[in-house]
């Protein structure tokens, strides 16, 4: 069982033919809505990579909470847990000109709500075999989560995105830190990602390379690169959660990590393929056919 601790957000996506300055309104083109945040897409691509997934987070009280809550249940993630504080759901403003270039806004809303764990939070990480947490919730209920994770021998992961501060010691909770390029040399500092510096940190690191695929090392001394499956690439946007989703799946059922890293590739691969964010996440048996070759 997977638990996801995490961020729920609607992204409001407008098309324009270029992106307003300033005091400017510009008359724009398509609009699309649909659930995002890297918390609820991770549990919705756990749940149908074939996890059995509880997700942990906060909505707001309006429309968008009831649209979110209802995204994650279609897809099959337990919602029990999910709280609803009083105002706005997480927002993300996104528009998008015609050469693709973005501008983004994220209103955190009721994210910026989920603060401590309840009693039956803290059991139902318990419960788990696999903890999965990111950055887009206050540090301070990552940070709990993973100890609690850790305290009762559930496996943990942290995919360190978006890049933010970390609170020190934070990292001592992390059994497997998932990481791109990006987030690696924020964490190390430095022009590449070191990572033998991040092995200083935490005991095994998985740090993904887009169209590269992925590498694993650990402090037993593996260091392999997982090369990616060949796709025509469609829309790159949520292969990460896709990814990071499938790979607490595989390592909960008890894969080694360099196979669950294999197949979390196929699942980065197969999303790649597909237009959309949290509607071009694979099922299991999107991922298998890839995997099986
Ligand atoms: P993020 O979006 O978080 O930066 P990446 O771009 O590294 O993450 O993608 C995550 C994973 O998705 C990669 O490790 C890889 O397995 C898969 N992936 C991403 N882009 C491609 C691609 N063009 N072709 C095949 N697989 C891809």
Redesign the pocket.
């Known amino acids: 069982r997977v638990v996801v601790a995490g961020s729920a957000n609607m992204d409001l996506v407008g098309l324009a033919p270029a992106l307003p300055r300033p005091g400017e309104t510009v008359l724009g083109d398509d609009f699309v809505m649909t659930p995002g945040g890297k918390g609820s897409n991770q549990a919705i691509a756990a749940a149908l990579a074939g996890g059995e997934t509880v997700f942990l987070g906060a909505i707001g009280s309006d429309s968008f909470g009831v649209t979110l809550n209802a995204r994650l249940a279609s897809a099959g993630v337990g919602v029990d847990l999910v709280r609803t504080s009083y105002g706005s759901s997480g927002v993300a403003v996104i528009m998008v000109d015609r050469a693709g270039e973005n501008s983004i806004l994220v209103s955190p809303g009721a994210n910026r709500t989920f603060v401590g764990l309840t009693g039956e939070e803290t059991s139902a990480i318990g419960a788990a075999d696999v903890l999965l947490c990111q950055q887009e919730i206050p540090m301070a209920t990552v940070h709990a989560a993973l100890r609690a994770g850790r305290a009762a021998g559930t496996r943990t992961i942290l995919n360190a995105?978006p890049a933010r501060v970390l609170p020190s010691g934070l990292l001592d909770e992390v059994d497997l830190l998932v990481v791109?390029e990006t987030e690696a040399r924020a964490i190390t500092g430095g022009d590449d990602p070191d990572v033998a510096a991040l092995l200083a940190l935490v005991p095994r690191v998985v740090l993904?390379?887009?169209?590269n695929?992925?590498r694993y090392a650990d402090r037993d001394g593996a260091d392999v690169h997982v090369p990616?499956?060949?796709?025509e690439?469609a829309d790159?946007t949520a292969?990460?959660d896709?990814?990071t989703g499938a790979l607490a799946v595989a390592w909960g059922e008890g894969r080694d990590l360099i196979d669950a890293v294999r197949w979390?590739?196929a699942a980065?691969?197969a999303?790649?393929r597909r237009v959309g964010a949290s509607n071009a996440l694979p099922t299991r048996s999107d991922i298998e056919a890839l995997y099986a070759g």
């Open positions: 995105a791109n993904t390379l887009s169209g695929g992925s990616a499956f060949r796709v690439v790159t292969a990460g896709a990814f979390a590739n980065g691969a999303c790649v």
